[in-house]
């Protein structure tokens, strides 16, 4: 019944801009914890950002001044908004969500995030 259906990756320059979006459903939404994993080639899949609410914001100490999570609770949607990137973003970026910290019992299918030098 959880569903999580991520958006916006590709391929940036260094030092570029790009922003992920994630829908779920309202329910999963307004109950769950929403965040955000990625995963390079060889590496192990990372937390990198989740949001309670607006006031209640965590991040890994790799993205914190470059990244930032939101959510609109309107249209039931996760935002990451990358800033800064450099070549070690690039990975797969997974939509998650979880009943607490860190947010993992659910996983969208992953989006493709390159940064090129």
């Known amino acids: 019944q959880v569903q999580l259906v991520e958006s916006g990756g590709g391929l940036v320059q260094a030092g570029g801009s790009l922003r992920l979006s994630c829908a779920a459903s309202?329910?999963?939404?307004?109950?769950?914890?929403m965040g955000w994993f990625r995963q390079a080639p060889g590496k192990e899949r990372e937390f990198v950002a989740a949001?309670?609410?607006?006031?209640?914001?965590y991040y890994a100490d790799s993205v914190k001044g470059r990244f930032t999570i939101n959510r609109d609770n309107t249209k039931n949607t996760v935002y990451l908004q990358m800033n800064s990137l450099k070549p070690e973003d690039t990975a797969v970026y997974y939509c998650?969500?979880?009943?607490?910290?860190?947010?993992?019992?659910?996983w969208g299918q992953g989006t493709q995030v390159t940064v090129s030098s």
């Open positions: 949001i309670r609410s607006r006031e209640n914001t």
């Open positions: 309202r329910r999963t939404f307004i109950t769950y914890v």
């Open positions: 998650a969500s979880g009943r607490d910290l860190p947010p993992n019992d659910y």
